[in-house]
């Protein structure tokens, strides 16, 4: 493998052209996945966000995050349900290019179009919206970004979050602004009941400043000893969290989605279904025994990104 020209990181090109960057000591996929799409239906009582996208020839292990909305009658805990593809290693970027999310025009009836094939009935049911998914890196450290609790689907209802001191009773998906995602990651106690998070898109966190990256980007190799400075100063840090939770990042259209299906869940009674969110399939899952870059590239199940140092 040749040395890499760029000591701090890498921009690699996607499929689709959109870029994505990682860090050096940044393990990914050795077979990356192709631009995802997945989607979200409605069709006699039931929402259903899903993502399709097969494998290419020779990929056999390579697992696409995967969220669905369905409509669910209440229940007091998520179902879980084994994933359907084997599981292995798949990692990639913490933003990586649009994943589509899919939603019905209406539901059907006895008197409409009646549908010949698949693809008249993938026609009649859903248009695209898009979003991006939050992925599995690995570095010398050990893991960073999103990823599900274990190796199973995971359902739950979907609530807005807007209150930052709330507290939940039960395991929900929660739709939040950026500014609660901090919280949502560090209250440890709080995140037991956290399913997984829907990130709205908001015009003002570009306005206001918004960075992933921590408040002095790279301290650890900074060459004296004050570390406290704020060279970013409107850093969060979140890009080298660690989340057991799968999370997405929602387009401005998806957002007023999904912000639709909380208002109709907050209007429903306990005797109707519910919208609930599917995060189908083990989300970026690590091979057991492979938690960080020097154990991945030695199983050979990754390949570092930006090459080796």
Request: aromatic share 6%; glycine share 8%.
């Amino acid at each position: 493998m040749a040395q890499s020209d760029h000591p701090i990181g890498v921009t690699r090109a996607c499929r689709s052209g959109t870029p994505w960057t990682a860090s050096p000591n940044t393990a990914a996929s050795a077979q990356p996945s192709p631009a995802w799409k997945s989607g979200v239906g409605r069709g006699r009582g039931h929402l259903l966000l899903g993502q399709t996208g097969g494998r290419r020839s020779g990929e056999d292990h390579a697992l696409r995050p995967h969220l669905s909305i369905r409509r669910l009658r209440r229940r007091r805990h998520p179902q879980r349900r084994s994933p359907a593809m084997s599981r292995h290693l798949a990692l990639g970027s913490l933003l990586l290019p649009p994943i589509v999310l899919l939603i019905l025009h209406a539901p059907m009836t006895e008197q409409a179009e009646i549908l010949e094939s698949v693809p008249d009935l993938q026609k009649a049911m859903y248009v695209n919206v898009d979003g991006y998914p939050c992925v599995r890196l690995l570095n010398v450290s050990g893991e960073i970004g999103c990823s599900n609790p274990g190796n199973v689907k995971i359902v739950a209802p979907i609530v807005e979050f807007k209150n930052a001191d709330g507290q939940l009773s039960q395991p929900l998906t929660l739709l939040v602004m950026l500014i609660f995602l901090c919280r949502v990651s560090n209250d440890h106690n709080f995140v037991q009941n956290v399913a997984g998070v829907l990130v709205e898109s908001q015009d003002h966190s570009q306005s206001s400043g918004f960075s992933p990256v921590r408040k002095f980007p790279q301290a650890e190799f900074a060459p004296y000893k004050r570390q406290n400075y704020e060279w970013n100063p409107i850093g969060s840090g979140i890009m080298w969290e660690r989340y057991n939770f799968p999370v997405f990042l929602l387009s401005k259209n998806s957002t007023l989605t999904v912000q639709e299906v909380v208002r109709n869940n907050h209007r429903t009674n306990e005797a109707e279904p519910i919208d609930v969110a599917e995060f189908d399939l083990v989300m970026q899952t690590t091979k057991a025994g492979t938690h960080d870059s020097e154990s991945c590239l030695r199983e050979h199940s990754c390949l570092p990104l930006g090459g080796y140092r």
